[in-house]
């Protein structure tokens, strides 16, 4: 597949296309130029890193977004082995926005929820652009008490604009179906791992993140409300996202010093869809060590850890009432 | 114009303004949003701000509500001691802290809950209202944590636990610690739950968003003050979404019961009444007199 580049990584796209050039070139020349191709090479990685040194907030919520980013179902298949899609609330549908099955991780068996985007138009709107309806948070909910009744640890991966607002989604109770899932979630007895894999927008990324590992990809968000959503509310201008994104504290470092997720997973140079492979190798780790870390605690210490640290969330000061 | 406002159809802006009209001290008269009749003040306190010609529920500040809800003896309030901090420094084109004081000044609350314990009708409770007028009802850490402690004081004392929503959703100068507030004050009704003691959950105009899309519709019962709004994503945010035209009473508290949302539509002139009742039957106590 050929990378699409984003706006800032231009220099990057440019060069990148001259090595194609050369390459092309080389193939039907006498000469051997295969030095410069690699010297090129060797520049072209090192323009990467400078750039994404210093992404700001906003190009990072641009890859969070990146159409070849990896998605649940791209990890499944490399994280995981034996994995049995389930599908439907029992209730209404089976929302596509959200997969989810029984799976093994390095062979323990596990449940395995994720909210899923589509690549292509076709797929996307398949997908919903990964936004669910009620259904959706059902199903998860649904699989979230299977796997309590059986023991399996639930591993999600969050990855979403936000709940979908439509008409069909409000007559469903989409309200209803977050809430319900975040009350669950806080007493479920079996270990939950979260993972923000890209966007983490909104309540509808809650939904299935309330857990007792809270990771983050490092080029994915994690955010109240969408920059752009945030702009033009308190802005009165969606152009002004860069700075809602700065603003707001949406990046996984920032999130981390503030106390709100637990743990950053590393992507490969130039962000997770230069090499899904890679990527996937890496959250495998982290996944691995966040399964260890909760596998060693019992039910009710599990519980009172998720408890405390749901109760812990929060920024105030307390001053004696006048 | 506030984010809120911004946020809300047209038809709601103009209820909207007109209340901010029909509360200045100084009106005598004012004209119900929804009928146009001219009401008298004294009549509309009187009649719990319903309007007594069409029936259309004004909203109410949060102490107000408090006090039509509770008996008037042995109140007290908890965690009027958690106060708002600028954790990230926002800034949009106010400052955080400048919106707070005018919130403050405006409203004289400290931030947009106010939770009493007390009784209804001698039986003891613990109840949260949101303050609309505050900041929009929005949702901040000040808000989960008076919520949470309000939750815990149920507990605690073995006491039905009531909150009455008005809320636009989380407070985004709070960033995702906002949006925590959803999985925290959740979650504290679990353990009201474990103890067995009821949670009922009354939905005012406007209940939408992060407010909604949490602690709202986890009542074990769910009440609606009748024509409120309530929702989770916007009716603005949703027409420009799927491009087209809402349906007449779409989100308001009887499109609500029709899809099999909420328990039920009570006026708030019998609220104190229905809410005692619901009570006594879930804790199997006598009929109240």
């Not at chain 1, 050039?21 to 191709?37: C, G, H, M, P, T």
């Not at chain 1, 439509?166 to 109770?173: K, L, N, Q, S, Y």
Request: aromatic share 6%; hydrophobic share 40%; proline share 5%.
């Amino acid at each position: 597949m050929k990378t699409s580049f984003l706006d800032f990584e231009q220099p990057i796209a440019d060069l990148e296309a001259k090595i194609e050039e050369l390459r092309f070139v080389q193939d039907d020349s006498a000469v051997d130029i295969s030095e410069e191709i690699s010297r090129l090479e060797k520049k072209s990685a090192q323009l990467a890193k400078d750039i994404y040194a210093k992404l700001t907030p906003w190009q990072i919520s641009q890859l969070a977004r990146h159409p070849q980013r990896p998605y649940t179902l791209d990890y499944t298949g490399r994280i995981f082995t034996d994995f049995e899609e389930l599908h439907g609330d029992r209730a209404f549908a089976d929302d596509r926005a959200i997969v989810g099955g029984l799976a093994r991780f390095n062979g323990q068996p596990v449940m395995v929820i994720g909210h899923q985007k589509g690549r292509d138009t076709k797929e996307k709107i398949y997908r919903n652009f990964g936004m669910p309806r009620p259904e959706g948070y059902r199903k998860a909910l649904r699989l979230m008490k299977l796997a309590e009744k059986f023991g399996l640890p639930v591993m999600t991966f969050v990855d979403t604009p936000g709940a979908y607002p439509g008409i069909d989604a409000e007559e469903r109770g989409q309200s209803e179906a977050i809430g319900r899932n975040l009350y669950v979630m806080a007493e479920l007895k079996v270990p939950i791992i979260v993972t923000i894999i890209g966007e983490g927008g909104s309540g509808g990324a809650l939904a299935i993140a309330v857990g007792d590992i809270v990771q983050m990809l490092q080029y994915s968000t994690y955010s109240v409300i969408s920059p752009e959503g945030c702009a033009s509310i308190l802005w009165k201008s969606a152009e002004k996202a860069p700075e809602a994104a700065e603003t707001m504290g949406i990046t996984a470092p920032r999130l981390k010093t503030l106390g709100l997720i637990d743990k950053i997973v590393s992507e490969p140079l130039g962000g997770a869809h230069r090499d899904h492979a890679a990527m996937a190798q890496n959250l495998r780790k982290a996944l691995q060590d966040a399964l260890k870390h909760v596998s060693g605690l019992s039910t009710s210490e599990l519980l009172a850890a998720r408890y405390e640290r749901l109760m812990s969330y929060g920024r105030f000061k307390e001053q004696p009432v006048k | 114009m506030s984010w809120l406002t911004k946020l809300l159809p047209p038809k709601i802006k103009r209820e909207q303004g007109a209340q901010r009209r029909s509360s200045l001290p100084e009106g005598l008269w004012s004209k119900c949003p929804s009928c146009e009749a001219v009401l008298y003040a004294t009549d509309l306190e009187k009649n719990l701000q319903v309007c007594p010609k069409c029936g259309h529920h004004h909203r109410l500040r949060a102490r107000q509500r408090l006090d039509m809800l509770l008996d008037p003896e042995g109140r007290f309030e908890i965690g009027a001691e958690v106060l708002p901090v600028d954790s990230l420094k926002f800034k949009d084109s106010k400052r955080y802290p400048d919106r707070l004081m005018e919130a403050n000044a405006a409203t004289d609350e400290s931030d947009s809950l106010v939770v009493m314990q007390g009784a209804i009708k001698t039986m003891p409770v613990v109840a949260a209202a949101f303050e609309f007028e505050f900041m929009g009802g929005s949702m901040g850490s000040v808000l989960g944590e008076r919520f949470v402690r309000g939750v815990q004081t149920a507990v605690d004392n073995g006491q039905p636990f009531i909150s009455i929503a008005a809320s636009g959703g989380a407070r985004m100068q709070e960033g995702l610690f906002s949006l925590m507030q959803m999985a925290k004050t959740t979650a504290a009704l679990t353990k009201l739950s474990e103890a067995g003691l009821p949670y009922i959950s009354l939905l005012t105009d406007p209940t939408m968003g992060g407010v909604s899309a949490s602690f709202a519709f986890v009542g074990d019962v769910v009440i609606a003050e009748p024509g409120a709004l309530i929702g989770f994503a916007g009716p603005r945010v949703i027409e420009q979404t799927v491009r087209e035209t809402l349906p007449a009473g779409f989100q308001r508290s009887e499109f609500l019961l029709e899809k099999g949302a909420i328990d039920l539509i009570v006026d708030r002139r019998e609220l104190r009444d229905k809410v005692a009742q619901l009570l006594a039957l879930l804790q199997k106590l006598p009929a109240a007199a």
